[in-house]
């Protein structure tokens, strides 16, 4: 049994900056990607980063330049780095990864204020 769990989130005005952690527990091991989607209300589960085990990074053509992920393979936890927050980036963002299977976390919210 994997778990993955996330933190970090919460209320930050626009223009702001977040980091979120995502730490997985239980029978680990090293994941092929790790990364993070993210859901607003009332829309569909969305890509927002995902690394690769060696290393290559994906972004979602709405948080590139703005947004950084990376992975600490050792400790089996993923981050984001979120600047310049825009209010459509408020979402609940889940934590992802796949080994076989897929995993995923409870999610966090983060909530970008005008």
């Known amino acids: 049994q994997v778990q993955l769990a996330e933190s970090g989130g919460g209320l930050v005005q626009a223009g702001g900056s977040l980091r979120l952690s995502c730490a997985a527990s239980g029978n680990i091991f090293s994941f092929n990607n790790m990364g993070w989607y993210r859901q607003a209300p009332g829309k569909q589960r969305e890509l927002v980063a995902t690394e690769t085990s060696s290393g290559i990074r994906d972004y979602a053509e709405s948080v590139k330049g703005r947004f950084t992920i990376s992975r600490d393979n050792a400790k089996h936890t993923v981050f984001l780095q979120m600047n310049g927050l825009k209010p459509e980036d408020t979402a609940v963002y889940y934590c992802?990864?796949?080994?076989?299977?897929?995993?995923w976390g409870k999610g966090t919210l983060v909530t970008v204020s005008s």
């Open positions: 992802n990864a796949i080994r076989y299977l897929t995993y």
